[in-house]
T-cell receptor
């Protein structure tokens, strides 16, 4: 059974820092991987989707990489801002294309 | 506006009283799914649907039912709710979970007393 782990569980950084969030998964037979953002009391918003054949995806200050063989993905946030404060979750899609398995998330706080 | 709409946002009920949480999407998505989110356990998939009249169990289907009679709606039914079903529930949809992003509703906070 697929297991997804995110480290650290919480992170606090000063504004302007570049930071990396980590996601690891036990079964490399994945179809894709998504990074989500969740704000308190709200639903999840998909930030980046990486197909298993891709190595990375970029959107603005966000860059997500995928190393399928080692079971790892990273989300890089450049020049962090207080508005980036949220919980970030990664989720891997199985090869059957019908299910996502989520990590526990990293709660990020960016201090002004 | 493209969105996934869940209702209600908050629900308090008592053990054994049947309830339905509605989910509707206006994006003509084929794939829809229900998740529950619990502290320390993260998001876990309850049921999913690949298309109309096609539903299947996720990781934690016990105590839940779903139906997909039309493309836009995917209600979650708790026939006899129990306190261990107290949780934050999310509905999500995607044009294709293989290649497209997943869109989430705002969530339903359910408390079963």
């Amino acid at each position: 059974k697929q297991e997804v782990t995110q480290i650290p569980a919480a992170l606090s950084v000063p504004e302007g820092e570049n930071l990396v969030l980590n996601c690891s998964f036990t079964d490399s037979a994945i179809y894709n991987l998504q990074w989500f953002r969740q704000d308190p009391g709200k639903g999840l918003t998909s930030l980046l989707l990486i197909q298993s054949s891709q190595r990375e995806q970029t959107s603005g200050r966000l860059n997500a990489s995928l190393d399928k063989s080692s079971g790892r993905s990273t989300l890089y946030i450049a020049a962090s801002q207080p508005g980036d404060s949220a919980t970030y979750l990664c989720a891997v899609g199985n090869n059957a294309g019908n299910m996502l398995t989520f990590g526990g998330g990293t709660r990020l706080m960016v201090k002004p | 506006e493209a969105q996934v709409t869940q209702n209600p946002r908050y629900l308090i009920t008592v053990t054994g009283k049947k309830l339905t949480v509605t989910c509707s999407q206006n994006m003509n998505h084929e794939y829809m799914s229900w998740y529950r989110q619990d502290p320390g356990l993260g998001l876990r998939q309850i049921y999913y649907s690949m298309n109309v009249e096609v539903t299947d169990k996720g990781d934690v289907p016990e105590g839940y039912k779903v139906s997909r009679k039309e493309k836009r709606n995917f209600p979650l039914i708790l026939e006899s709710p129990s306190p261990n079903q107290t949780s934050l529930y999310f509905c999500a949809s995607s044009l294709s979970v293989r290649s497209e992003k997943l869109f989430f509703g705002s969530g339903t906070q359910l408390s079963v007393l």
